[in-house]
DNA sequence: TCTGGGGTCCTAGGACCC
DNA sequence: TCTGGGGTCCTAGGACCC
């Protein structure tokens, strides 16, 4: 059996753990630059605010409803995150959880008895939510499918279900399936859904008598048929490994305002690369080839404009590095190619790939530098002066002095669990 | 005026090789 | 006028996820 567990509304459970005064109100978060609405607590959501929402045109609702509103807060979520899926390792054999998602882990539970799952899962949610105070709901049944299946019907039905719902017999199978439609399934995105409600299949039901071949002509190949196979309660997705390496690392992030100067483009995306060469850092890697692209405003106004002959230029590494400076070097010569005057940008962003561990860098037949770890030793210093005194509180110049072009987080609560100087009081 | 950010997997098709 | 078969590697693009 598989159990997917999955943390509540996580960023609104997050934003009330420090407001308990919000615990019965509605609760939205917004997307960087708070421009979307992208995490509800259940009286957000019972008021019609729907995922994925403009702020501007949420508004009227919210101040109706008198919705409390928050900026996004990465550092606070990121670091109940890694409380939550360190509770879950503690109480499970190594190797049987799966971080799937900064909410969400798989569980491999063929260690419990079958008679001891349910107990079992509800011990796990009381834990959890006693360690932490963050509130989550699980699914358990035979494949990862279908145990998402399961943790979304729990959590429809909270007051029955107690947020915890095990299918382990066949008729609570059939009657799952029965219950959930095509596009509710976890895989089955937008376009496949609409594909099969035009061919008449609009249940999961449905779906899991269609034969293999079939799936694998019109579901995407081997995918389609893991997906029957997995309804029919044949596990096919694994369990992946920790210890797989990543294989990109990007950050991007829309300007807070539309962006035409050469040299804040140039901030910006040095400011970027900065930020994943912090990531690559920290996760012990070097990157052998830096992608920048741009975004900007079509001609006709509104729409994104991507092209990626024209807006997106790469440059391989005459070897892998995690120093920032180096990646600078060839990053930003890039951007030049890339800008041109006139236009008005809306994003940019920078991808780090062909990734390998810092540990076995090829090195360059004509570097006069083995390795240079005087580097190394500054960006050691670099993170931890950013790490214990909060990001940014050391930066290079290149990334910018006013940068004006940030995003615009105006509703952010404090880092309460990362930052001293932010703690959570009591007066 | 105002619509996020970070990923993965798979396939098709072209270039190239013997 | 005729013009193989088998393979690898790479990239772009589509689809999905949270």
Not at 314 to 322: C, E, G
Request: proline share 4%; glycine share 6%.
């Amino acid at each position: 059996m598989y159990a997917i567990i999955d943390c509540n509304s996580f960023y609104c459970s997050c934003e009330r753990l420090f407001r308990p005064d919000l615990l019965h109100q509605p609760v939205v978060v917004l997307s960087n630059n708070d421009g979307c609405i992208i995490a509800r607590s259940d009286e957000a959501k019972s008021v019609g605010l729907p995922m994925g929402l403009p702020y501007f045109q949420a508004r009227p609702l919210i101040q109706q409803h008198r919705v409390a509103v928050f900026s996004s807060n990465y550092a606070l979520y990121g670091n109940l995150s890694m409380r939550v899926m360190d509770t879950l390792r503690h109480l499970l054999p190594s190797g049987t959880v799966e971080v799937y998602s900064v909410d969400e882990a798989f569980l491999e539970c063929s260690h419990i008895a079958p008679d001891q799952v349910a107990s079992f899962a509800l011990e796990l949610r009381h834990t959890v939510e006693m360690w932490t105070g963050i509130r989550v709901s699980i699914g358990v049944a035979p494949g990862k499918v279908l145990s998402k299946m399961a943790n979304r019907l729990a959590k429809r039905k909270k007051q029955e279900t107690g947020c915890v719902l095990v299918l382990d017999d066949p008729d609570k199978i059939r009657q799952a399936l029965l219950d959930t439609e095509v596009g509710d399934i976890w895989g089955i995105g937008r376009r496949y859904a609409d594909k099969l409600r035009a061919m008449g299949i609009n249940t999961a039901w449905q779906l899991r008598h269609m034969p293999e071949e079939w799936a694998r002509k019109n579901l995407g190949g081997v995918i389609g048929v893991r997906m029957i196979r997995e309804l029919n309660g044949i596990p096919s997705i694994p369990m992946k490994d920790p210890l797989e390496v990543k294989k990109m690392i990007s950050t991007s992030r829309m300007f807070g305002r539309t962006v035409t100067d050469a040299a804040e483009i140039r901030q910006a995306v040095a400011a970027y690369l900065s930020r994943a060469a912090e990531k690559l850092r920290r996760q012990g890697y070097a990157a052998g080839l830096i992608d920048v692209y741009v975004v900007s405003n079509g001609t006709s106004g509104g729409e994104y404009a991507y092209d990626p002959q024209r807006d997106h230029r790469y440059v391989i590494l005459p070897r892998a590095t995690s120093l920032t400076s180096e990646l600078l070097e060839q990053a930003l010569p890039l951007v030049d190619q890339l800008y041109r005057p006139g236009v008005r940008y809306l994003k940019a962003g920078v991808i780090l790939s062909e990734l390998v561990p810092e540990s076995a860098i090829q090195s360059d037949l004509f570097s006069d530098s083995p390795s240079s770890s005087a580097g190394q030793k500054l960006m050691e210093a670099l993170d931890n002066i950013n790490f214990s005194n909060g990001a940014d509180t050391v930066r290079f110049a290149s990334s910018g002095m006013a940068r004006t072009w940030r995003m615009k987080q105006e509703m952010r609560s404090r880092r309460f669990t990362t930052h001293w100087n932010e703690l959570f009081e009591i007066t």
